[in-house]
């Protein structure tokens, strides 16, 4: 346990690059390429090992997009009720809490990634792991917080399957802690997404 987080510590530690701004443009999200979808489909799967590998900005822009992108007439790649738009995604990367802004495709940090690893990290596999996004919506009588964000998950599960990365999503948290530190109003934390490279 030990080695692990000394090996993380070291991680983060060599990214000190985006860490230190308040918010980070991102690259514009390729829009082209990938596995043929039905290949992406049928190779989409859970993994649980995951290397410190850094997730380099162009795949983060390419994931939050995937999930939570703007693509068409101001509105999301994955459909929301009324499109009311009801989510937020965070990404937990490079030491930081990130809320991403689909609009302007940058990421705002709202936080220590420390603070909240301890609310996500009820396996182990999560303190090895370079991202871990955090789906958060409004509750409402019809659930459609879970639809949101199961739309999400799976168009960035098809991304992960489709750039050989490997993904778990993650119910398996401390969902009041989560809230807290996020710091949210009127939202709950959904579901997350730990994402990462596999061991080459
Ligand atoms: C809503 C939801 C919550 C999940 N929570 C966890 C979790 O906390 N930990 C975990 O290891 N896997 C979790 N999983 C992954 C499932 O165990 C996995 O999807 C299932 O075993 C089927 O495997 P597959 O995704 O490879 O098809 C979750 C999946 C979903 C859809």
Excluded at 10 to 27: N, R, T
Excluded at 132 to 142: N, V, Y
Aim: with cysteine; charged share 25%; glycine share 8%.
């Amino acid at each position: 346990m030990l080695k692990k987080f000394v090996a993380i510590m070291l991680a983060v530690a060599a990214l000190p690059a985006i860490a230190a701004e308040e918010s980070i443009s991102l690259p514009e999200p390729e829009l082209q390429g990938g596995k043929p979808l039905m290949e992406a489909i049928t190779a989409r799967k859970t993994s649980r090992e995951f290397s410190a590998k850094r997730i380099e900005p162009q795949d983060l822009s390419n994931i939050l997009y995937a999930a939570w992108g703007i693509s068409h007439d101001d509105k999301r790649t994955i459909p929301t009720a009324r499109n009311l738009q009801k989510m937020n995604v965070y990404a937990v990367v490079d030491g930081g809490i990130w809320r991403y802004d689909g609009k302007q495709n940058i990421l705002i940090r709202t936080g220590e990634a420390e603070d909240i690893i301890p609310a996500l990290a009820k396996q182990d596999f999560v303190l090895e792991a370079p991202l871990t996004l955090i789906f958060t919506g409004e509750p409402d009588d019809h659930d459609y917080m879970a639809m949101h964000a199961g739309s999400a998950y799976q168009n960035v599960a098809l991304y992960c399957a489709s750039r050989g990365l490997n993904n778990v999503v993650r119910g398996l948290i401390d969902y009041e802690k989560a809230d807290e530190v996020l710091g949210l109003e009127g939202e709950k934390v959904i579901i997350t997404q730990t994402i990462g490279w596999p061991y080459m």
